[in-house]
């Protein structure tokens, strides 16, 4: 298939998704409550006075996304299951890794506009300045890899039992080194320190989103095809 | 049947030199000069941890095989290699800490090797726990191929990763550029154990292997009575 029409059937997909989303904006608002929430427990889970703001901030700030991007992607094919929507996808003549694209286009936006909902709110309580070109280049790199991952696995345990439960066991595993890497480098980054200085863990993280984006959308079709 | 009388008895047998290898260390391999009997452990650990790996190697590539051909064999294979490899990994992860407590003080640290080891048991056993949630058959081969494809190509990243730390974890010391540098009866004892653990992760297949095929088969009977 040629690569205009797999972009434009993604963005279809993707789209669609992003349509039933903004007509009822129940799953981004429960999620940007929840992420409000996970600050808070930050916030009282620690001794104030013991861990200053900067060096805890990493920490906040990546568990936060991880857990409410874990949230936003069980959400992700939990959608085409009602009225067996997702065989209708199926049907559709196109490409199944446009599908996949699609999916993927859509959480990003999705755990996108999460992080830009989070970003002001970690700046405003914990009173660091998060707002750093460098910075957001990093969360885009860490975003991407685990969201690949994440919407592939998603595919498959929307159709188990136990769906919500089974996707931060397995998806985990696979967050856990972008998430690493990317709190390095944020902490790094937060303490003033330049941008040459992390590039080592930046290559890491985009040779994890291309190994793994290619990796997913070749192995969709499996997780679909009956 | 034959299958697992066969496992079976590769397994009885492998046991039966498990037992050959702790007489060999602890009798007639020398005591290490400054770890002394702390480290006989590794007779143990380093042939389990070498062969924890080389399972999801295995797993791996039975899963990309899977989904070129759709061989039940292959997935069968998969699942059993994958059930083993969590078993040596829990081997590694509790030989480690024995060790690790007389040598460097603390049961566990964040080190590495680990790290590594740890995050390899949490993909086994996520891998055995989406087996266990999906029923469908065609569905499980297919999802557990994925994910054992997917986890078989981060463990190199698992790998550059934990490297790039600094380490308290000995470095190899049989695998290594040159001439591997322990005496040779140590050496000996090392590699009849090495022997020994590739015995026993095929005994262990093959068991279990033929338990995931008779129980495909009870399965399908059941579903046609």
Same mark, same amino acid.
């Given at each position: 298939?040629?690569?205009?029409?797999?972009?434009?059937?993604?963005?279809a997909?993707?789209?669609?998704d992003?349509?039933?989303?903004?007509?009822?904006?129940?799953?981004?608002?429960?999620?940007?409550?929840?992420?409000?929430?996970?600050?808070?427990?930050?916030?009282?889970?620690?001794?104030?006075?013991?861990?200053?703001?900067?060096?805890?901030?990493?920490?906040?700030?990546?568990?936060?996304?991880?857990? #409410?991007?874990?949230?936003?992607?069980?959400?992700?094919?939990?959608?085409?299951?009602?009225n067996?929507?997702?065989?209708g996808?199926?049907?559709?003549?196109?490409?199944?890794?446009?599908?996949y694209?699609?999916?993927?286009?859509?959480n990003?936006?999705?755990?996108?506009?999460?992080?830009?909902?989070?970003?002001?709110?970690i700046?405003?309580?914990?009173?660091?300045?998060?707002?750093?070109?460098?910075?957001?280049?990093v969360?885009?790199?860490?975003?991407?890899?685990?969201?690949?991952?994440?919407?592939?696995?998603? #595919?498959?345990?929307?159709?188990?039992?136990? #769906?919500?439960?089974l996707?931060?066991?397995?998806?985990?595993?696979?967050?856990?080194?972008?998430?690493?890497?990317? #709190?390095?480098?944020?902490?790094?980054?937060?303490?003033?320190?330049?941008?040459?200085?992390v590039?080592?863990?930046?290559?890491?993280?985009?040779?994890?989103?291309?190994?793994?984006?290619?990796?997913?959308?070749?192995?969709?079709?499996?997780?679909?095809?009956? | 049947? /034959?299958?697992?009388?066969?496992?079976r008895?590769?397994?009885?047998?492998a046991?039966l030199?498990l037992?050959?290898?702790?007489v060999?260390?602890? !009798?007639?391999?020398?005591?290490?000069?400054?770890?002394?009997?702390?480290?006989?452990?590794?007779?143990?650990?380093?042939?389990?941890?070498?062969?924890?790996?080389?399972?999801?190697?295995?797993?791996?590539?039975?899963?990309?095989?899977?989904?070129? /051909?759709?061989?039940p064999?292959?997935?069968?294979?998969?699942?059993s290699?994958?059930? !083993?490899?969590?078993?040596?990994?829990a081997?590694?992860?509790? /030989?480690g800490?024995?060790?690790?407590k007389p040598?460097?003080?603390?049961?566990?640290t964040?080190?590495?090797?680990?790290?590594?080891?740890?995050?390899?048991?949490?993909?086994?056993?996520?891998?055995l726990?989406?087996r266990?949630?999906?029923?469908?058959?065609?569905?499980?081969?297919?999802?557990?191929?994925?994910?054992?494809?997917?986890?078989?190509?981060e463990?190199?990243?698992?790998?550059?990763?934990?490297?790039m730390?600094?380490?308290?974890?000995?470095?190899?010391?049989?695998?290594?550029?040159?001439?591997p540098?322990?005496p040779?009866?140590?050496?000996?004892?090392?590699?009849?154990?090495?022997?020994?653990f590739?015995?026993?992760?095929?005994?262990?297949?093959?068991?279990?292997?033929?338990?995931?095929?008779?129980?495909?088969?009870?399965?399908?009977?059941?579903?046609?009575?």
């Open positions: 298939m040629r690569s205009p029409e797999l972009l434009r059937h993604a963005w997909v993707a789209s669609k992003l349509l039933v989303e903004l007509r009822s904006r129940t799953a981004i608002l429960s999620v940007a409550t929840f992420v409000v929430l996970v600050l808070m427990v930050f916030n009282f889970g620690r001794d104030q006075t013991a861990v200053s703001n900067l060096d805890l901030a990493p920490s906040i700030l990546w568990v936060t996304f991880t857990f #409410a991007a874990i949230l936003a992607l069980n959400r992700a094919f939990q959608i085409e299951l009602e067996q929507a997702l065989d996808l199926l049907l559709a003549p196109i490409d199944r890794g446009s599908i694209l699609g999916k993927l286009i859509a990003l936006i999705f755990v996108g506009t999460i992080e830009v909902i989070g970003l002001p709110l700046a405003l309580f914990f009173n660091v300045q998060v707002l750093l070109a460098p910075l957001m280049l969360i885009a790199l860490a975003t991407v890899g685990f969201v690949a991952v994440g919407t592939l696995f998603s #595919a498959m345990t929307v159709r188990t039992r136990f #769906a919500e439960l996707l931060p066991v397995l998806l985990l595993p696979f967050m856990i080194l972008p998430l690493r890497w990317a #709190a390095l480098t944020t902490g790094l980054l937060l303490a003033g320190r330049p941008l040459s200085e590039h080592g863990w930046l290559n890491m993280l985009a040779v994890y989103d291309l190994v793994f984006v290619v990796l997913a959308i070749l192995l969709f079709p499996a997780t679909v095809n009956e | 049947m /034959t299958m697992l009388r066969v496992g008895w590769i397994t009885a047998l046991l030199l037992a050959g290898v702790y060999r260390a602890l !009798v007639y391999t020398p005591a290490e000069a400054s770890q002394g009997l702390a480290q006989k452990i590794f007779y143990l650990h380093v042939p389990a941890a070498i062969w924890a790996e080389t399972a999801m190697v295995f797993v791996g590539l039975a899963s990309i095989f899977y989904l070129f /051909t759709k061989d064999r292959l997935d069968r294979f998969a699942a290699s994958a059930e !083993v490899g969590a078993v040596f990994c081997i590694v992860l509790t /030989t800490p024995i060790w690790g040598i460097w003080g603390t049961w566990w964040w080190d590495a090797r680990l790290t590594f080891t740890l995050f390899l048991f949490l993909l086994y056993v996520g891998y726990l989406l266990n949630a999906v029923t469908d058959p065609g569905a499980r081969a297919r999802f557990s191929a994925v994910l054992g494809i997917c986890a078989m190509c463990v190199p990243f698992i790998h550059l990763s934990v490297y730390f600094p380490t308290l974890h000995p470095m190899p010391i049989v695998l290594q550029p040159g001439r540098k322990l040779g009866s140590m050496l000996t004892t090392w590699l009849f154990s090495l022997g020994v590739t015995l026993l992760y095929v005994g262990f297949v093959v068991q279990r292997y033929a338990v995931s095929y008779l129980r495909e088969q009870l399965e399908a009977m059941s579903e046609r009575c």
